[in-house]
């Protein structure tokens, strides 16, 4: 089938729309292939196509869980056999899963780009016929972008496995200097092809308010504007507080971040795409991979750190193509705060070895030892043990995972886990069972092996399924079995890990380099006044002001800015149309003036001034007769 073949059939459409079909023509050809496209900009067709032309397996690798199973869920849909690898997955269902990519004919194989190094999915990417490799949301690959993340460097090694597979990099934010990185970081090879869509949104009104009271101005825009809104904040605990007081006002809302459990945020999420709650105060954890078309309203309350971000989140809004509004609250102390990020971003050097020095101690870890060792990291527990503050911390370890020193991952899904603490013959001659406990200890112990010498994960969601009781009976008999030491259960939860890349090393010879230190702080520190700039503009129109950004030279204003709205129709600002038209009336209504002598003596550039006379005889407001200006 020809790629149009394939759209209609799969999707339905008769054309691609803008770079798609530009895009896949290059993948198809075994190209190399960068596509910078918005959100909204149909992503997902231009790797889905291609991999249905091609023989063999598309590797999709991307973050974002919600997504994979969102895509795969859509792609089973339209009969189309694919696959989904992510975190809170057991053992065995990651083997069949595996096994089904070399011997079951799938065309799609999702992946999050920390499990590519895994010895399991080494051992059996050898053994899969690979037609192309996507690398999703591909930004956090560089060092320069904003959200870099230390595991999308293993894409590399996947690369040096496969180096004759084309492979396609999608990013919807990046700057010319993270276009480059991103083809360096993966490969690219001669003769590789990088295409942009225009990240013009022209239904899209972006608007700074200044104001020194944000709740008040937040409420009279939510009051103004109809429709679905995101209200994005800085910190979790924030998102509580915008939520209440938005409720207080008769708003329906509720609000969203990376701490609460997988139930409640799939809760709240679908209570706001369905309209029953209109308003989800956010921290950035919300959005990426979200589809709700019809948001009219997205709102910081808190100034983003760097335009990819704002960019990007101001974008959730108005993907229908109609009218929506993108506000940035701006106040003073909004350069002061930005600033203060610097330095918990990027703590001094000596700081960031007494964190070292301190994680050491928190593990008793010996000088020499450690390499390849794996620690569960409760940072609450660590700054009270050891009086940091969380930010500091968080930001200091990040920088000791670029440095390699160790290796820490954010908050990770760790699937539940149990060990049987009595022998089986002990665990059969106990007869003093209920009916539902009996039935949950035969499931668990005909679905998983080495349940009495180790940990094995379990899936509570497939016992359920299995044995008729719910999420909550089988927790509640697991906690009640624990207690009575018949068995240990770990229940899923979400926690952090430190993990030892190299041996303990003295405090004094860790070394942070200029390329993992002072330039990223560097880029960072641009990043903010970019920011900045951007908040404080009057003069300069802000979609031009984000597009510049990203490289996108754009000749003509929104038109639709607030910068925009407040220029007069003649070009200049409402302002200064004002104080010229009064200066000219002033004069003339005086006595009759010639107009090089009238533009002599007012104080202004003579091209605003002949500007507003133009103007103002067209409007018939002043008339002109043999080079004399007068009013009637």
Known sequence: ????????????????????????????????????????????????????????????????????????????????????????????????????????????????????????????????????????????????????????????????????IPILALTATATPEVVKDIQLKLGFREGSQTFRMSFERKN???????????????????????????????????????ADLILSHSISATFYHAGLNDDVKDQRQKSWQTGENRVMVATNAFGMGIDKPDVRLVIHIDMPDSPEAYFQEAGRAGRDGLKAYAVLLHAKSDKTNLHKRITDTFPDKEYIRNIYENINYYYQMAMGDGAGCTYAFNIDEFCHNFKHFPIQVDSALKILTRAGYLEYTDEQDNASRLIFTLRRDELYKLQEYDTDTEKLINTILRSYTGLFTDYAYINEDSLSVRTGLTRQEIYDILVMLTKRHIL????????????????????????????????????????????????????????????????????????QCDVCLRKHETGLKESEFLDLKEQILDRLNDSSCPVAELVSLLNAEKEKINTTISFLLSEEIIHIKDGILYTE
């Open 204 to 242: 899209l009104a972006y608007i700074v308010r200044s104001t020194e009271d944000k709740q008040k101005e937040l409420i009279h825009i939510l009051n103004r504007v109809p429709g679905s809104a995101i209200v994005y904040t800085r910190n979790r605990k924030r998102t509580r507080e915008i």
């Open 1 to 164: 089938m020809t790629y149009q073949e394939i759209l209609k059939r799969y999707w339905g459409y008769d054309n691609f729309r803008g770079i798609q079909e530009d895009i896949i023509e290059s993948i198809g050809k075994g190209q190399d292939t960068l596509g910078l496209m918005p959100t909204g900009g149909g992503k997902s067709i231009t790797f889905q196509v291609p991999a249905l032309a091609m023989e063999g397996l598309c590797l999709v690798i991307t973050p974002l869980i919600a997504l994979m199973k969102d895509q795969v869920s859509n792609l089973r849909e339209r009969g189309i056999k694919a696959l989904a690898i992510y975190s809170g997955m057991t053992r065995e269902e990651i083997v069949i899963a595996l096994e089904n990519c070399i011997f079951g004919d799938y065309k799609f194989l999702y992946i999050s780009p920390e499990r590519l190094d895994t010895e399991i999915f080494q051992t059996k990417l050898k053994h899969m016929k690979i037609s192309m490799i996507t690398v999703d949301e591909s930004h956090c690959i560089s060092q320069w972008g904003y959200d870099f993340r230390p595991a999308y460097l293993k894409i590399a090694d996947v690369r040096k496995m496969l180096p004759n």
């Open 488 to 559: 240990h259960y770990i229940p899923r939860k979400k926690t952090p890990y430190i993990i030892y890349t190299r041996e303990r090393q003295e405090k004094e010879r860790i070394h942070l380099s200029r390329e993992v230190y002072e330039d990223r702080k560097e880029s960072y520190i641009a990043r903010i006044n970019a920011m900045i700039e951007y908040a404080s503009a009057k003069e300069n129109c802000r979609s031009r002001m984000l597009l510049r950004y990203f490289g996108e030279k754009n000749e003509h204003n929104c038109g």
